[in-house]
């Protein structure tokens, strides 16, 4: 039976999706973002091992939250397209016992995407950047892979989220938002438009994994700065 690796459950989660929502913390990811606050998902080897109905049974507690706020179960990491089997073994499970299930996720996979997407009610999909140039600037990895997932989502017709991390010299200015705002206008079945602020929240676990934090010294995102980003992409 396939098992996959857990790095952590959070209960009662609010700002991942609709309603109140468990969120499921997969172990692994290939990226290497600047800003990651989680870099102690990064390793494939990590996390506690659950087999997919032991995983489902678990997250079937909370049903009663689910249900009293339309909400339901959203998987991320990490990166939860990285352990596509075990994924599309729970999204089944959850599906069949009523749970909305969505995925918070980069798009950076291996694969499967069509039959995964099958059982996702909604993506928030994580775009690190419009081009290929600063995608690998910020994620050390080619903008390729996302691309293709991202095709699959327009034709599975899958509803979105867009969120973008702005980060201060990196992913911020006018100009930036404004290409940002013109890239996301050819995307499909967007239903919402976050721009998340950088924080330095993360910055600890990186000195316990005793890691170079790259982008030392650059202060969190003006949250006022961020309120006139998002006056821009209503416009």
Not at 5 to 31: A, K, N, W, Y
Not at 42 to 60: A, M, N, S
Not at 143 to 169: A, N
């Amino acid at each position: 039976m396939v098992k996959g690796r857990i790095h952590s459950i959070e209960t009662m989660g609010l700002v991942d999706g609709p309603g109140i929502r468990v969120v499921v913390f997969f172990q692994g990811c290939s990226l290497r973002c600047k800003y990651c606050h989680n870099p102690d998902t990064w390793t494939y080897d990590g996390g506690e091992e659950y087999t997919p109905e032991e995983l489902v049974k678990k997250l079937e507690r909370y049903k009663t939250y689910f249900k009293s706020s339309n909400g339901g179960v959203t998987f991320s990491g990490g990166e939860p397209l990285r352990q596509p089997e075990f994924l599309l073994e729970v999204l089944k499970l959850c599906k069949e016992r009523g749970i909305h299930t969505c995925l918070d996720t980069s798009g950076f996979g291996v694969g499967n995407y069509a039959e995964i997407l099958k059982y996702v009610d909604l993506v928030l999909f994580d775009i690190k950047h419009y081009d290929k140039d600063g995608y690998k600037n910020v994620t050390n990895m080619n903008i390729d892979e996302s691309l293709r997932f991202l095709k699959k989502i327009q034709e599975t017709k899958t509803p979105i989220w867009i969120r973008h991390v702005v980060v201060p010299g990196l992913t911020d200015g006018e100009d930036h938002i404004r290409n940002f705002k013109k890239y996301i206008s050819n995307i499909k079945g967007v239903e919402k438009i976050e721009l998340l602020p950088y924080h330095l929240l993360g910055k600890n676990k990186y000195d316990v994994l005793n890691i170079d934090y790259p982008l030392e010294g650059i202060p969190a995102m003006d949250k006022e700065i961020i309120k006139k980003y998002e006056n821009i992409i209503k416009e």
